[in-house]
Every structure is written in C-alpha cells, then in structure tokens.
C-alpha cells in the first residue's frame, strides 16, 4: 500500500523547517515499520533533510511551487502532490503516525470513493474565527453559483480531518480539486490575511464531507465518530494510529526526537548535525 507525504519549504525559516520536518522523519519511520510504501513530494530544500528518512521516493516535483497569496493557506502544496499520484494512493500529514501493520487492514479503501481520517464536529475549531469565517464562505459568490448547491443544502455543524485523504473515485477527485482551487482564487481577492482564520479546515475538509455526502459517494474513516476528545484518543491508540495537534508539535519536539533516536540512532545522529547548522544559521 502507497501513502505519500508532502512539504513545501516556502515561509518555513530554519527552526520551524527543523520542527515540521523531524515529524516526518518520525511518520516516515513508523510507515515502513509497519509495511507500507511511502513516498514524499517536496522541494529541494525540505529533500536535504528528507533524505536521511527511509523513503521509497523523493519527488521535488514541489520546488519552485508558489504559494497562495493568502497566508493562511496551507494545503496547497498537498493538492498539488496528491494531483500527481494515482487513485488508491493516500495522502498521510507528516505528523501522523502509523505504528502498526494492522493499520494496513484498516487503511484498505478499495470498495470506497475515497478514505479520511474521521469526522469532527466544527466547534473544535470554532474559537479560531472559523464560525463567522464559514459565515463568508457559504454568502460568497462561489458558493450561491448552481454549480455548486450542497453548500446550502447541507449541514455545515462537522467535517472530515484529512490528516489522511484519499481517493479511488476520479470523478470525485476531479471535482474535489477543482473547486478547492475556484475556492482559494476566490478566497483570495477577498480575503486577504485575515487573522484567526484557517480557510483549509473548511475549503478542505469541510467542502469534501459536503460534497461526498450530497453526491452519495461512500467513505472509509480510519477512527469512528467521537463526541470527544479523549474517545478520539483512546479510539486512536487502540488502533496504534496518532495524529499530532498542530500547537503540540514544537513544545513535545524533544520527545519526538528521542523517539527517533530509539527507532534508528544513525538517523537521530544525522538529523542532530542539521539541528546545529540550521540553528546557528537561523
């Protein structure tokens, strides 16, 4: 089974590409450990690190990518990578963790549209100005076109988590992408970097749920529903899955680091060289 990764290097100063990239080291690690494949789409720069990793493949076909003129999102480089790989593969964020072989079974999502993570309510993101956000997104012109009716017509209360996303269904995927990117043009000629706001969580995620769930297509979720976020964890960890919240990464970054010196010391010992040059020139 093929899951990819993907990185673009753009707005990321030395310290914080240090931060993101020792996740997925880490996620990279723990994917071959349990049996899969994984590859990784980035640029030149991410790939000096990447490459200590035990990838399958490196593919910087993401240099020179340029991103949104809106600040704030962030998915762009993963629509990008996933564009060029097949359906059937599946798109892991770097900072999952599949520790286990058995979540080859559950990550089996051939009689399915497309695969994701689980479903969330949205008031997990609520305090975030994504309420009065999704407010703009539903009255703007993209959303009151014919072309795309289930906006209005469905219920806009959760969406899906993509920290794991793919698609078996071309038709699905096609009109996925294409409207993500009609929605982050039209995000950004009115929208410019608005603060407290991800337009990701609901041009991704959201959008998706929507879609799928209008045009009836099946969905396979790696976790089942939970009304709260310790049954999320505990769900997670019985099946050996982790996804990290995204405030936790710096601050528990020791922690990830030691954990890859347990899995493979001649790894840690490499990134810990990048640590030092990427620090003192910073």
């Given at each position: 089974?093929?899951?990819?990764?993907?990185?673009?290097?753009?707005?990321?100063?030395?310290?914080?590409?240090?931060?993101?990239?020792?996740?997925?080291?880490l996620?990279?690690?723990?994917?071959?450990?349990?049996?899969?494949e994984?590859?990784?789409?980035?640029?030149?720069?991410?790939?000096?690190?990447?490459?200590?990793a035990?990838?399958?493949?490196?593919?910087?076909?993401?240099?020179?990518?340029?991103?949104?003129?809106?600040?704030?999102i962030?998915?762009?480089?993963?629509?990008?990578?996933?564009?060029?790989e097949?359906?059937?593969?599946?798109?892991?964020?770097?900072?999952?963790?599949?520790k286990?072989?058995?979540?080859?079974?559950?990550?089996?999502?051939?009689?399915?549209?497309?695969?994701?993570?689980?479903?969330?309510?949205?008031?997990?993101?609520?305090?975030?100005?994504?309420?009065?956000?999704?407010?703009?997104?539903?009255?703007?012109?993209?959303?009151?076109?014919?072309?795309?009716?289930?906006?209005?017509?469905?219920?806009?209360?959760?969406?899906?988590?993509?920290?794991?996303?793919?698609?078996?269904n071309?038709?699905?995927?096609?009109?996925?992408?294409?409207?993500?990117?009609?929605?982050?043009k039209?995000?950004?000629?009115?929208?410019?970097?608005?603060?407290n706001?991800?337009p990701?969580?609901?041009?991704?995620?959201?959008f998706?749920k929507?879609?799928v769930?209008?045009k009836?297509?099946?969905?396979?979720?790696v976790l089942?529903?939970?009304?709260?976020f310790?049954?999320?964890?505990?769900?997670?960890?019985?099946?050996?899955y982790?996804?990290?919240?995204?405030?936790?990464?710096?601050?528990?970054?020791?922690?990830?680091?030691?954990?890859?010196?347990?899995?493979?010391?001649?790894?840690?010992?490499?990134?810990?060289?990048?640590?030092?040059?990427?620090?003192?020139?910073?």
């Open positions: 089974m093929r899951v990819v990764h993907s990185f673009v290097s753009t707005n990321c100063d030395n310290r914080l590409l240090f931060v993101h990239l020792s996740y997925f080291v996620s990279c690690i723990y994917a071959k450990e349990s049996g899969f994984i590859a990784v789409h980035c640029d030149n720069r991410a790939k000096e690190i990447l490459e200590i035990p990838y399958d493949e490196i593919i910087t076909d993401l240099e020179g990518l340029l991103p949104p003129a809106n600040s704030h962030y998915a762009w480089g993963k629509f990008e990578a996933m564009k060029k097949p359906l059937g593969t599946i798109h892991i964020d770097g900072d999952v963790f599949l286990s072989k058995g979540l080859q079974e559950v990550l089996e999502f051939a009689d399915y549209d497309c695969i994701v993570q689980n479903i969330e309510h949205l008031g997990t993101y609520s305090n975030g100005g994504n309420v009065s956000q999704l407010t703009w997104l539903i009255n703007s012109s993209i959303f009151n076109s014919c072309e795309y009716p289930y906006w209005a017509k469905r219920d806009c209360d959760s969406m899906y988590n993509c920290g794991v996303v793919g698609f078996n071309q038709e699905l995927k096609d009109e996925y992408f294409a409207t993500y990117n009609a929605m982050v039209e995000y950004n000629k009115t929208r410019l970097n608005v603060d706001t991800t990701d969580i609901i041009i991704e995620q959201q998706l929507n879609l769930e209008y009836g297509y099946k969905t396979k979720f089942p529903y939970c009304d709260c310790d049954s999320l964890c505990e769900e997670a960890n019985h099946a050996h982790q996804h990290v919240i995204g405030h936790a990464k710096e601050p528990n970054l020791d922690k990830i680091l030691l954990i890859i010196k347990k899995h493979n010391a001649e790894i840690y010992d490499k990134l810990m060289e990048f640590k030092k040059q990427m620090y003192d020139n910073n």
